[in-house]
Nanobody, 124 residues
Framework: QVQLVESGGGLVQAGGSLRLSCAASGRTFSNYAMGWFRQAPGKEREFVATINRSGGGTVYADSVKGRFIISRDNAKNTVYLQMNSLKPEDTAVYYC?????????????????WGQGTQVTVSS
C-alpha cells in the first residue's frame, strides 16, 4: 500500500501561482510513476501531468503545458506541481496518484493509489 497526502491548495487570483505537494509513505516511492489529476464540479476527473520514476520524463495535458511543472524528490518521497499563470478554469480538486507499472499514461484507471485531494480555487 502507498499512502498519498496532498497539500498546498488554496484560493489565488487569476495570474497567480501555487505549488502543490504530495507526500508518499508506505512503500518505496521511487518504484512509482506519479501523476496529478483534477476534477471540477460536475466534470470528470482529468489528467494534468505525470512524471517517471527517476524524474527525467514528464507528460502534460495540453491545457496546462507551459504553465505547470511537475517534479519529484525521491529522497523526500514527494511529488510537486508548480502551477503558474493560473486561470479560473484551473479551479478543481487536485489529486496525486501513483502508478506501479509503466508510465506516461493519461488514463486515471492506470494509477493504483490516490490521495484525498486538495482544493484549488482561482478567482477572476
Amino acid at each position: 500500500q502507498v499512502q498519498l497526502v496532498e497539500s498546498g491548495g488554496g484560493l489565488v487570483q487569476a495570474g497567480g501561482s501555487l505549488r502543490l505537494s504530495c507526500a508518499a509513505s508506505g512503500r518505496t516511492f521511487s518504484n512509482y510513476a506519479m501523476g496529478w489529476f483534477r476534477q471540477a464540479p460536475g466534470k470528470e476527473r482529468e489528467f494534468v501531468a505525470t512524471i517517471n520514476r527517476s524524474g527525467g520524463g514528464t507528460v502534460y495535458a495540453d491545457s496546462v503545458k507551459g504553465r505547470f511543472i511537475i517534479s519529484r524528490d525521491n529522497a523526500k518521497n514527494t511529488v510537486y506541481l508548480q502551477m503558474n499563470s493560473l486561470k479560473p478554469e484551473d479551479t478543481a480538486v487536485y489529486y496525486c496518484a501513483a502508478q506501479s507499472t509503466g508510465w506516461g499514461t493519461k488514463r486515471y484507471d492506470a494509477y493504483d493509489y490516490w490521495g484525498q485531494g486538495t482544493q484549488v480555487t482561482v478567482s477572476s
